[in-house]
């Protein structure tokens, strides 16, 4: 198993570009998770999904949306970018029936 | 909304010695925590977790305290070594996962 899968690994961006961020995981977890990490900071969660066709609002998901099309993919879509959105991404995912959440490898944004 | 904290932002101990990690959070209702590992330039991986109906949980190496009177938990790491090195969060979960802001562990050799 591949895990969870981020593309792409790092992106710079201009002020007001739009991007996506892609997020697959092939452990038919029905749970999947969008969060951001400041520096120095723990993570704070943007948006999640409880399956697909379902998505919820977390603490920070002004700026951003997402889409649960398939079990396996949950894209992040920045429309506006804003220097505020400089952050390092976490995808994850998890199974409904366990606690522990698998992440991937992150994607470094810089918005300039 | 949700508070977790940690006490210490960053910690040093020697190779070998026990390492104590704290954690408080604020969610008297809250049944269930983890804590992750996190390494420089990589995303959070599991280290374990405990459920509100234990004060106590062993894994490999560490172990989890939790005491619901102070809504505090600990993260207890046994002869640490340089591999350790790295930031630690603990989160507290129910539909959604709070993260606390991460201590982080220095081994020094």
């Known amino acids: 198993n591949a895990g969870v899968t981020q593309t792409p690994k790092f992106r710079i961006l201009k002020i007001g570009q739009s991007m996506t961020l892609q997020c697959a995981q092939d452990m038919n977890h029905n749970y999947m998770y969008w969060y951001r990490q400041d520096p120095g900071m723990g993570l704070k969660l943007i948006y999640y999904s409880v399956g697909a066709g379902i998505t919820d609002k977390g603490e920070v998901p002004n700026g951003y949306n997402v889409s649960r099309s398939t079990t396996e993919d949950f894209p992040l879509r920045l429309e506006l970018a804003a220097p505020s959105q400089t952050s390092v991404y976490f995808c994850a995912s998890k199974d409904k029936r366990a606690g522990e959440q698998y992440f991937g490898p992150g994607t470094r944004l810089t918005v300039t | 909304g949700e508070s977790v904290g940690l006490h210490l932002p960053t910690l040093s101990v020697q190779e070998g010695d026990n390492s104590i990690i704290n954690c408080a959070y604020s969610n008297s209702a809250s049944d269930y925590f983890i804590w992750y590992k996190q390494e420089s330039g990589k995303g959070p991986q599991f280290i374990i977790d405990i459920r509100s109906n234990m004060d106590k949980r062993q894994g490999q190496r560490v172990t989890v305290l939790l005491n619901k009177t102070v809504k505090h938990l600990s993260l207890q790491i046994a002869a640490t070594q340089p591999g350790d090195s790295a930031v630690y969060f603990c989160?507290?979960?129910?539909?959604?996962?709070?993260f606390g802001t991460g201590t982080s562990l220095t081994v020094i050799p």
């Open positions: 989160a507290e979960t129910g539909n959604q996962f709070y």
